[in-house]
């Protein structure tokens, strides 16, 4: 059995994740989180948060799994869940989420019934960058009965969505929704999703910097023309340590920083990799190579390959079902030997498995991706 090694970018010795026995009996691949970590990261996140204007609205799509947030929301300066669609918060408000931010605009229809039937029993806020997304709002809030909070999203920078610096939409946009029988504005969301994964602190601080700067403009022309903006939004877990020295925004939406993964732990931050692919060694026929059983169906590769924390192994490069390692000339990896990976991106290697085995340093526990969209269709088809 090759236990745990060192992990990169933290240069420390671990410990096995957990007991061989245990270890040997997971069904691979799978995710593994080590909960005295992700509690860690947890604790970290609310000292980089303490004493400032900014609470963290931890985000529901790093990991869609409602036993893992609710542990998030028992931090200090937590305040309500963020989520990125509609299912999502639906998803969330079942589970008796009372404040849901979902950080996306919404336009299709099937969406907007869920935003509504999500709205019966959680307060929901949602994004708009166009006056097509206030009616549609509206004609959703009207159909279930309910209403929405809305925030005017701005483009900072990402090229996304969300209205341009200096827009002459934005007064009036946020006036209409003001004027919206069941929806209330509430204020902007600016989501500096270019910034988060930049390499130096110096650098993200400098760029979150003209992120305010631009923001601050906004709020003055809001401000100007007699309009309220209790909530200023946006942030991620690279930018989580500077967000607190902002004077503009009131919350983050970091969601990462809980399982963290390789691409975050190379920038240096205060938190550890806590989400870990359990694999298996299937075949070592060839000098110095190996195969395990874990590919892109289990593997996000949109940030890289993932890491082995086996000092003696190295992902060379993965397909479907199968990741290629190089391994030392003096390692003794065996078919049937666990190699344990971590994933370069948490939120799209998350969405490819149904369950987290969770262990919390004594017992081995299994916990539902219960907000993926395939987990739900799942659940609510095997309803009577």
Known sequence: MVNPGGLPGHGTQRQPILPPALLAGLPTPCLLVDLRAADRNISAAAR???GTRVSLRPHFKAHKCTQLLRRQLQAEGCFGATCQTAGEAECLSEAGFPDILVANVIADQS??????????????????DCLAHVNLLQQAAAAADVTFDV?????????RCGLPLGSPDLVPLAA???????LTFRGIQAYAGHVVLREGRELRRTLSQQVELHVATELD?????????????????GTLQVLGESEVFTEAQAGSYVLLDAAYDQLGLPFEPALFCVTTVISCRERETAVIDAGLKALSADRGLPISVNDDARVLGLSDEHARLAIAADSNIAV????????SHVDPTVNLHDMLHVFDGEQLARWPVDGRRVTRLRTQESRP
């Open 336 to 343: 049937g030997d666990k190699v344990i990976l971590i994933p």
């Open 151 to 159: 925030l005017i999203e701005l483009d900072v920078g990402l090229g």
């Open 111 to 128: 969406s907007l019934a869920q935003l509504g039937r999500a709205a019966q029993s959680a307060r929901i806020t949602v994004a708009a």
């Open 48 to 50: 980089l948060l303490r």
């Open 176 to 182: 209409m929704i003001g004027r919206a029988p069941r």
């Open 221 to 237: 022309r809001l401000t100007r023309a007699g309009l309220s903006c209790p909530v200023v939004t946006g942030g991620g877990t």
